[in-house]
């Protein structure tokens, strides 16, 4: 129980790598806030959670919206306590090179990628500077390095990166600390057009260890970087892609 009594917030909850983040962290006692921009999911969510036992509370959020952010901080707050983690994991991935996209695709990526995780740390820092705490951002490997036909994307991720060394290192003497995390290829909805075959060829060239990295491995990982075995890690890129970022494997 490394979280016993702790208060957790994940972005994009619903499912995916934020829906397996709930539930490891459910598991390790904390109390969780599953956040979702529908509110199914997250209700699906919350309530595997009381059904094991744990406490959670879903809830409606858009997150590229500073009164939706600033009413799920709020409710957050009276309803479990004060968060000790946000996970920002919320995103989408639109595709297109920067002459194909759409000036609004463009805006929704920036906005929920990259704006989103902005307005929650500003919402959520002046309440964490009292005990500390631990932000958490999914980023994704296009967030080290650039992909074929993901401009807006690669560009979103890419300033999440800095944004969370910017965090870490503007409010580590307030004890708040700040990772990101970069997965590579995760079996998510997210992932869902890539036909198996397609995807199965693509794994065997790029990625070296064989085999599909599920949204529970990242849990894990983001469980450990909450944890208090993490208390002197702040600013820090987690990349995990079966070791695709090591080299030209290809």
């Given at each position: 129980?490394?979280?016993?009594?702790?208060?957790?917030?994940?972005?994009?909850?619903?499912s995916g790598i934020g829906a397996a983040s709930c539930l490891a962290f459910a598991r390790e006692g904390a109390k969780v806030a599953v956040v979702n921009r529908t509110l199914s999911k997250a209700e699906a969510v919350a309530q595997l959670i009381a059904d094991s036992g744990g406490a959670a509370v879903a809830i409606q959020a858009d997150v590229s919206l500073a009164a939706d952010v600033e009413r799920m901080i709020n409710r957050t707050v009276s309803q479990l306590g004060v968060p000790d983690?946000?996970?920002?994991?919320?995103?989408?991935?639109?595709?297109?090179?920067?002459?194909?996209?759409?000036?609004?695709?463009?805006?929704?990526?920036?906005?929920?990628?990259?704006?989103?995780?902005?307005?929650?740390?500003?919402?959520?820092?002046?309440?964490?500077?009292?005990?500390?705490?631990?932000?958490?951002?999914?980023?994704?490997?296009?967030?080290?390095?650039?992909?074929?036909?993901?401009?807006?994307?690669?560009?979103?991720?890419?300033?999440?990166?800095?944004?969370?060394?910017?965090?870490?290192?503007?409010?580590?003497?307030?004890?708040?600390?700040?990772?990101?995390?970069?997965?590579?290829?995760?079996?998510?909805?997210?992932?869902?057009?890539?036909?198996?075959?397609?995807?199965?060829?693509?794994?065997?060239?790029?990625?070296?260890?064989?085999?599909?990295?599920?949204?529970?491995?990242?849990?894990?990982?983001?469980?450990?970087?909450?944890?208090?075995?993490?208390?002197?890690?702040?600013?820090?890129?987690?990349?995990?892609?079966?070791?695709?970022?090591?080299?030209?494997?290809?």
């Amino acid at each position: 129980m490394r979280l016993e009594g702790k208060v957790i917030l994940i972005t994009g909850g619903g499912s995916g790598i934020g829906a397996a983040s709930c539930l490891a962290f459910a598991r390790e006692g904390a109390k969780v806030a599953v956040v979702n921009r529908t509110l199914s999911k997250a209700e699906a969510v919350a309530q595997l959670i009381a059904d094991s036992g744990g406490a959670a509370v879903a809830i409606q959020a858009d997150v590229s919206l500073a009164a939706d952010v600033e009413r799920m901080i709020n409710r957050t707050v009276s309803q479990l306590g004060v968060p000790d983690v946000v996970f920002n994991n919320a995103g989408i991935s639109p595709s297109g090179r920067v002459t194909d996209i759409s000036e609004a695709d463009w805006d929704d990526c920036l906005n929920i990628d990259l704006k989103s995780v902005f307005l929650c740390a500003k919402a959520v820092i002046p309440l964490m500077t009292a005990a500390g705490g631990c932000i958490l951002n999914t980023a994704g490997t296009f967030g080290i390095r650039a992909a074929k036909n993901k401009a807006a994307y690669s560009a979103a991720k890419a300033g999440l990166v800095n944004l969370t060394r910017s965090i870490a290192l503007d409010y580590a003497r307030d004890r708040i600390r700040c990772n990101v995390i970069c997965p590579g290829y995760v079996d998510t909805p997210l992932n869902e057009g890539f036909p198996p075959k397609e995807r199965d060829a693509f794994l065997a060239q790029y990625q070296p260890l064989p085999g599909l990295i599920s949204a529970a491995d990242v849990a894990e990982l983001a469980v450990y970087l909450a944890s208090d075995a993490a208390k002197m890690i702040t600013g820090q890129v987690f990349v995990i892609d079966g070791g695709q970022q090591a080299g030209l494997f290809a």
